[in-house]
């Protein structure tokens, strides 16, 4: 599995956890371990531009998926096929905020829209309550097993 993780945001933040974190996400997932996946991280002036251009939204947001491949979860017994799964890209400054306000830190704000920005590239939404659920449980699921397995390192 390809996973690069950028940081273009001047802010310190653990990369490696971030894509232990898509390893184990797209694992759980059954994506073909020849799937490829970009993280970038921006800063909010970048972030701000790309909410504009792609979600005709104003202001900088936490989280944006750009899927390629259209990319869908597979099974055990049969994985997604390879390709480019897309590129997840995040604002920490955004993130540390939101942490504050939930009163987590800014690795498990940045984990949760990992996990979160993972999922919509693979089709996942939360535009209606049973999508949400659903999405939302599997976000989960996928956080604390990641949780449980960076304990046991």
Not at 10 to 39: C, F, G, K, T, W
Not at 40 to 69: I, K, R, Y
Not at 143 to 148: A, D, K, Y
């Amino acid at each position: 599995m390809t996973i690069e993780v950028n940081n273009e945001s001047n802010v310190d933040v653990d990369e490696a956890a971030l894509q232990r974190l898509a390893v184990y996400a797209l694992d759980a997932m059954h994506v073909s371990p020849e799937a490829e996946l970009a993280i970038l991280l921006v800063d909010e002036a970048a972030m701000e531009q790309l909410h504009v251009q792609w979600m005709d939204e104003p202001g900088p947001t936490d989280v944006l998926s750009f899927p390629m491949d259209e990319l869908r979860p597979g099974t055990e017994d049969q994985p997604s096929p390879a390709g480019l799964l897309g590129d997840v890209v995040l604002c920490p400054q955004v993130a540390q905020t939101q942490a504050e306000n939930a009163g987590h830190s800014l690795k498990d704000e940045l984990q949760l829209l990992t996990a979160h920005g993972i999922l919509h590239l693979l089709g996942f939404d939360h535009a209606e309550p049973a999508e949400e659920r659903e999405m939302f449980g599997i976000q989960r699921d996928i956080l604390v097993g990641f949780t449980l397995q960076e304990r046991r390192r």
